[in-house]
């Protein structure tokens, strides 16, 4: 079946329908593109052809281009990623300009795009390469250009056209944030044309009474002046220059799309259209050829989106959840509720007091409160997502639930203590889960009666925004217990990562060396300063002092009193405890007392570092390299991962790549620190090991893994990257 239909009506209109076989949602493939492009030549060629609307046969009208595609196309190199980009501008300025006269701008064919829902990507492209755009009014739809969020830029001619169409200021939201907006809100910003409640009936309507001068672009008639000012205009040449600042200021400069696209868009508007798509081709061929960008795609879309449909599933029966029961109404238990709630799960609540389970149940209504403040969710929905969650101090409502997720506080007789409790009145197959991020799951599962149906599910919080869920087997986990606990974090549209049991499971065990590496070198004198630019300079989302104060100095305290009391003599931080409880007995807890590495006014804003960081520990006359100081804050998390794959906590590295980037932010444009080792080489990373090694000791010896990939000129994607467990290797 082909991915697009063409019907000509007794009316005149050609009708293109793109309507993918065995896809949710259209997306666009380079047959798609040619069998597209025949059926504007058969519309075009045909005289009792008056015009075309393009449209969709599902729901949306499309997700954007298989990144799969981008991804072969890559394989070729520079050239055929160059000629595969400009065939697809030819078949779209086909389209725009229509058959009509070069030197007369007339006797085109009018084309529009009736769009039903979505449209993404060169979903969008595409329309924006007709004579007029009409959407439905549907407040679900999303339109835009999301390709920056996943480190390329629009390179359909969404870059050119929408540059020219809205001008270089009012397109930044659109190309350099991604921003997706509904049908309305596209319309009144002037990405499309018409919100109607029959797409393609108007867009029928529109095709049969269009005139000449309707087909034209401004960019192709005469005299064309680039919306608020060419690069060479006054108004034009400040927006650039702001523009310009804006870019390096939110990337510094460790995201080549960004900066490429803005290449494109400045010298774009310097020459005519199509020379300008020539100029968009070629910074699109710069960034795929870019390793950033290739890993982003991998990890981002293609990873992401094999986790999230189950790539390591166990083949076990659906388990979707139907009812579940949490315990503990505090903040993740009352973040678990609305998520669950919302996904039109059962939710039981349930704490020790009804006025504890009533404030977390209360915690959903303030969320869909703001939503409704903000108009994107109605009466009815928070009516319907409250009236699944029974707020209760009563064991007996677990009668039904097929999943509990016990989310009370981290100590060990307390969830115990609950768990009995649970397990006295839950079915004989039902799922216990724990809440936990530092809590041994096998350890935890020796109060429960049936360890084989007792695994460990890891929310990040706040767990209403964070994507990751990281899921944690233990010892005697069983298979349906894995698949249950996969099954409800699709559910919950969340991406799951499955984890072997060890201390700190990944997340934790990745993130904590780095803020340790970040609070040592205050300790060593390197000013704190360099310490949290350096973080930030290469991709990092705060700095490590910066997170140890959001996340609580006395949590920093209470983690490394029980990691010392596990550990003995093994244990490696007694430098970075000096510094964390030296801070603590001064009140200094972070953000939430107002006090820590930084300071905070009386609102709780932050200022700047803390002054009498210095004055405890005085800066060095000699301060280090920033690059010397970037390899230390990532190797610090990198090897973590290296050595949490080799010893079988980690099974896929797929998953390390993707759970870096949503669970602590490691620097995206990387693609993940496996992604960042195999961009930089595993013999340069043995290298940096062994500097760092003589410099600061054993926690920077390269792993064994590390050294037989460097002397094998190997790769992790290359070896690993189907999803192989590191003891196939």
Request: aromatic residues 8%.
């Amino acid at each position: 079946m082909a991915d697009f239909k063409y019907e000509l009506g007794a009316d005149g209109v050609a009708v293109i329908t793109w309507d993918v076989p065995e896809k949710s949602m259209n997306v666009m493939s380079m047959e798609g593109f040619a069998l597209l492009d025949s059926f504007i030549d058969k519309a075009l060629a045909d005289e009792a052809c008056k015009g075309v609307v393009i449209t969709s046969g599902k729901p949306d009208f499309a997700g954007g281009m298989d990144l799969n595609v981008i991804a072969e196309m890559r394989k070729g190199g520079a050239q055929a990623i160059f000629d595969g980009v400009m065939q697809m501008h030819h078949v779209l300025r086909k389209i725009e300009r229509a058959g009509m006269d070069p030197k007369t701008n007339k006797g085109g064919k009018p084309i529009a795009t009736a769009i039903p829902g979505t449209a993404l990507g060169i979903g969008l492209e595409l329309p924006l390469s007709t004579h007029r755009i009409f959407a439905a009014d549907n407040p679900k739809a999303k339109i835009g250009l999301p390709e920056i969020m996943v480190g390329i830029f629009p390179g359909g001619g969404g870059t050119t056209r929408v540059s020219r169409k809205l001008g270089a200021m009012a397109a930044a939201p659109f190309l350099l944030e991604g921003k997706l907006s509904d049908p309305k809100k596209a319309k009144a910003a002037g990405l499309i044309d018409e919100v109607v409640e029959d797409p393609l009936a108007a867009a029928k309507d529109w095709v049969l009474n269009a005139k000449d001068a309707d087909l034209v672009k401004p960019w192709d008639a005469k005299g064309f002046k680039m919306p608020g000012g060419a690069p060479y205009h006054p108004a034009g040449f400040m927006t650039f220059v702001g523009a310009s600042a804006m870019v390096h200021g939110k990337t510094n400069g460790v995201y080549p799309a960004a900066k490429a696209l803005l290449s494109a868009v400045y010298e774009g508007a310097l020459v005519p259209f199509d020379q300008a798509i020539k100029i968009e081709a070629r910074w699109f061929t710069h960034v795929l050829m870019n390793p950033s960008s290739t890993s982003m795609i991998r990890s981002l879309f293609i990873n992401k989106g094999a986790l999230e449909k189950g790539a390591n599933r166990p083949d076990v029966p659906d388990q979707r959840v139907k009812k579940v029961g949490i315990l503990g109404a505090g903040m993740m238990g009352a973040g678990i509720a609305y998520v669950s709630a919302n996904a039109g799960i059962e939710v039981v609540l349930i704490d020790n007091s009804q006025e504890a389970a009533d404030r977390g149940k209360s915690y959903s209504e303030g969320i869909l409160d703001k939503g409704i403040s903000r108009k994107k969710v109605t009466e009815e929905k928070k009516a319907e997502v409250l009236g699944r969650i029974n707020a209760t101090t009563d064991y007996a409502a677990l009668e039904a639930c097929d999943l509990i997720v016990e989310a009370v506080f981290e100590d060990p007789g307390v969830k115990a203590e609950v768990t009995k409790k649970a397990e006295a009145v839950i079915p004989q197959d039902a799922i216990f889960a724990t809440n936990t991020s530092t809590l041994p799951i096998t350890e935890l599962a020796k109060a429960s009666a049936r360890p084989e149906q007792f695994i460990g599910i890891h929310f990040f919080s706040p767990v209403d925004k964070m994507m990751l869920v990281e899921i944690i087997k233990g010892a005697q986990t069983g298979p349906v217990a894995v698949a249950k606990a996969l099954d409800f974090v699709r559910q919950i549209r969340k991406t799951p990562i499955v984890v072997n049991d060890a201390r700190f499971f990944y997340a934790n065990r990745c993130i904590i060396p780095y803020i340790n590496e970040g609070i040592r070198m205050v300790a060593e004198g390197v000013n704190p300063t360099l310490v949290e630019h350096a973080a930030t300079m290469v991709g990092m989302p705060l700095g490590p002092l910066q997170l140890v104060d959001e996340t609580s100095i006395d949590l920093g305290v209470k983690i490394a009193k029980a990691t010392k009391a596990a550990m003995g003599d093994a244990y490696p931080d007694g430098a970075v405890d000096d510094v964390l409880f030296w801070m603590a007995d001064k009140g200094r807890m972070g953000r939430k007392s107002n006090a820590g590495f930084y300071e905070y006014d009386e609102k709780g804003k932050r200022q700047g570092l803390w002054s009498g960081l210095d004055a405890q520990y005085p800066r060095a006359d000699e301060q280090p390299d920033v690059h010397h100081v970037q390899h230390r804050l990532l190797m610090a998390q990198v090897l973590e991962a290296v050595r949490a794959f080799e010893q079988g906590v980690l099974e896929d590295i797929r998953e390390g790549d993707v759970g870096a980037i949503l669970g602590w932010g490691f620097a995206p444009w990387s693609g993940g620190p496996f992604s960042w080792l195999d961009i930089i080489g595993a013999g340069k990373a043995v290298e940096i090991c062994e500097a760092l090694t003589a410099q600061y000791g054993a926690r920077f010896e390269a792993p064994a893994l590390l050294r037989d990939l460097a002397a094998k000129g190997e790769t992790f994607y290359g070896r690993y990257g189907e999803g192989q467990a590191a003891q196939a290797a």
